[in-house]
């Protein structure tokens, strides 16, 4: 069995996957997939008879360097200042999430912030979202980490080839019917 867009010929013995060949959800409970319909195809979720809350996420991710790369970073690189750069893209994609991760709402969001620390062999990127709205941020927040992060590996890629992104996650998110969730350190 193959998915829907393989290419190359079905061989005798093979045949499309379509979603009444995916593994069922398994009843409704808190470990269901929320965006697999009971067949397990792809859906939006109906948020329409959630209440509107002020919702909230934080996110962080780290872009492992060098320590000569991190002095670059704090000296501006050839390209200019690499942290409001970095930061500008990061807001930007909190902004155009929907746009990227296809089952995301468009949300009419009120504020991104993307801060940044020095650490131990890189930069630690900590993004927080905050909507009012009937579903929540933390994809909104994990994008601003990651893009963020991703500009600044494009903006210091000149000063040293191997750096990279890692730890991309949610720190704590608060609002709506599951309320306020924290990572344990």
């Not at 996110?59 to 970095?86: F, H, N, P, Y």
């Not at 991104?112 to 909507?131: A, C, L, Q, S, W």
Request: charged share 25%.
């Amino acid at each position: 069995m193959r998915d829907d867009d393989a290419t190359g010929p079905i061989t005798p013995g093979m045949r499309r996957m379509g979603s009444k060949d995916r593994v069922r959800p398994a009843g409704r409970t808190s470990q269901r997939m929320t965006h697999l319909d009971d067949k397990g195809a792809a859906r939006m979720v109906d948020v329409a008879d959630k209440p509107t809350t002020v919702r909230e996420a934080s996110a962080e991710c780290t872009v492992r360097m060098s320590a000569a790369t991190i002095e670059a970073v704090r000296a501006g690189t050839a390209k200019g200042d690499a942290l409001q750069v970095a930061r500008v893209a990061g807001i930007m994609a909190a902004k155009r999430t929907p746009d990227l991760i296809p089952l995301c709402h468009p949300l009419p969001i009120s504020s991104v912030t993307v801060d940044f620390d020095f650490v131990e062999g890189g930069v630690r990127i900590t993004t927080r979202v905050r909507v009012t709205a009937q579903t929540g941020v933390e994809m909104e927040a994990l994008t601003a980490a990651a893009v963020a992060g991703l500009t600044l590996i494009d903006m210091v890629k000149a000063v040293e080839k191997g750096v990279y992104l890692e730890n991309v996650r949610v720190l704590e998110k608060s609002g709506g019917r599951s309320g306020t969730w924290k990572r344990q350190a």
